[in-house]
């Protein structure tokens, strides 16, 4: 991999992030500010809403510090800082566990293809290339 030119790969990962990331946001957002144009998102997943709307404030604050994080990963992709590769490598894992948890209590389709493709893009960020692309952007940029 050319450490100077993104592959479509690492930049399609980071337009991935950068999604999660708003998508966090605006979840975070609409558990802390109830009665907005943003509650409407949640008709795409109405069990989810019904299970993070007890906890209101929590879950809003829980959200948006994952969405920090997301943005923060999504930058350090974008510029392919080592500190981004290991970010996105903990989130995809994560949630890789997370799916699998959900297939073991009960969603077992969901969850098995949730962690199909958690599993798929971890294996993708795990390849040598990928991380050496990383790992020559700090000998590039210092």
Do not use: C
């Not at 990331?21 to 979840?27: D, F, R, S, W």
């Amino acid at each position: 991999m050319d450490a100077t030119k993104p592959s479509k790969g690492i930049t399609a990962v980071g337009i991935f992030l950068v999604f999660a990331a708003v998508m966090a946001t605006i979840a975070g957002i609409s558990l802390l500010w109830r009665g907005t144009f943003v509650d409407r998102m949640w008709s795409l997943n109405p069990s989810a809403y019904e299970s993070l709307a007890p906890h209101g404030e929590l879950a809003g604050v829980l959200f948006l510090l994952l969405s920090a994080t997301l943005w923060l990963t999504s930058v350090l992709w974008l510029k392919r800082i080592l500190w981004g590769w290991r970010l996105a490598v903990a989130i995809f894992a994560t949630q890789a566990v997370g799916d699998l948890t959900h297939a073991f209590r009960g969603d077992l389709v969901g969850g098995l293809f949730g962690f199909a493709i958690a599993s798929a893009l971890l294996l993708y960020l795990l390849r040598p290339q990928l991380k050496a692309a990383f790992a020559k952007s700090i000998a590039v940029t210092h």
